[in-house]
Structure formats: structure tokens, C-alpha cells
């Protein structure tokens, strides 16, 4: 059974940093592109991040230059971290795999429950 696992989570002060984490189970994950996803409170879902199985990262114009995704390998583990947080930056953030690598919710075949990340004063 395919799961995905978010941790790290919780609130932090504007211009503060945060990293999030996502176990992965149930499937070769090196095989497997993986996103970051956010829905801030009351919004729809927000692509923020991609990477693919080698390591090839993508980001959402929002993010560039202040978050970052990685992923190990042998550990079966995403990554996002998440500096220079700005309030519009609270949402539920979800990870979820897909076959390849892209900028949109397409193709995303498996989500996790979300990790939630709260940036306030």
C-alpha cells in the first residue's frame, strides 16, 4: 500500500524556517517524480514544488528562491524547506508522487494527509 507521510509542521514567526518532511512506503520511491502541494485556509490547491526521481527541482514563482525541495533516496524521504516564511505562506502542505515531473496537479497519484504550517506574528 502506497503511503506518504507529512511531519514538521507548526508555527513559526514571518521571516522564519521550517522543514517538512515526507515518508514514503509501499513503492520504489527512487522510480517516482514527487510535488509539494499547499492549500492555504479557505483556497484551492497550490502546486508549489517538484522534483524528479534523479533530483531535478522545480519551483512555483511564489517559492523560488526562498523554499527548497531535495529528496534521499536511501532514506525514502521528500523534503521542503521553507525559509523566509511569509504569512501567505500558511496552508496545509501535501506531498504526492507522480510518474513524472511537472508543474501542475496533474498526474499526482498518491497525497499524503498534509503537515500544517502556520506563519503568524
Known amino acids: 500500500e502506497v503511503q506518504l507521510v507529512e511531519s514538521g509542521g507548526g508555527l513559526v514567526q514571518p521571516g522564519g524556517s521550517l522543514r517538512l518532511s515526507c515518508a514514503a512506503s509501499?513503492?520504489?520511491?527512487?522510480?517516482?517524480?514527487m510535488s509539494w502541494i499547499r492549500q492555504a485556509p479557505g483556497k484551492g490547491l497550490e502546486w508549489v514544488s517538484a522534483?524528479?526521481?534523479?533530483?531535478?527541482?522545480y519551483y512555483a514563482d511564489s517559492v523560488k528562491g526562498r523554499f527548497t525541495i531535495s529528496r534521499d533516496n536511501a532514506k525514502n524521504t521528500l523534503y521542503l524547506q521553507l525559509n523566509s516564511l511569509k504569512t501567505e505562506d500558511t496552508a496545509m502542505y501535501y506531498c504526492?508522487?507522480?510518474?513524472?515531473?511537472?508543474?501542475?496537479?496533474?498526474?499526482?497519484?498518491?497525497w499524503g494527509q498534509g503537515t500544517l504550517v502556520t506563519v503568524s506574528s
Open positions: 504526492a508522487k507522480s510518474v513524472v515531473a511537472s508543474n501542475t496537479l496533474d498526474g499526482l497519484d498518491a
Open positions: 522534483i524528479s526521481g534523479g533530483g531535478s527541482a
Open positions: 509501499g513503492f520504489t520511491f527512487s522510480n517516482y517524480a
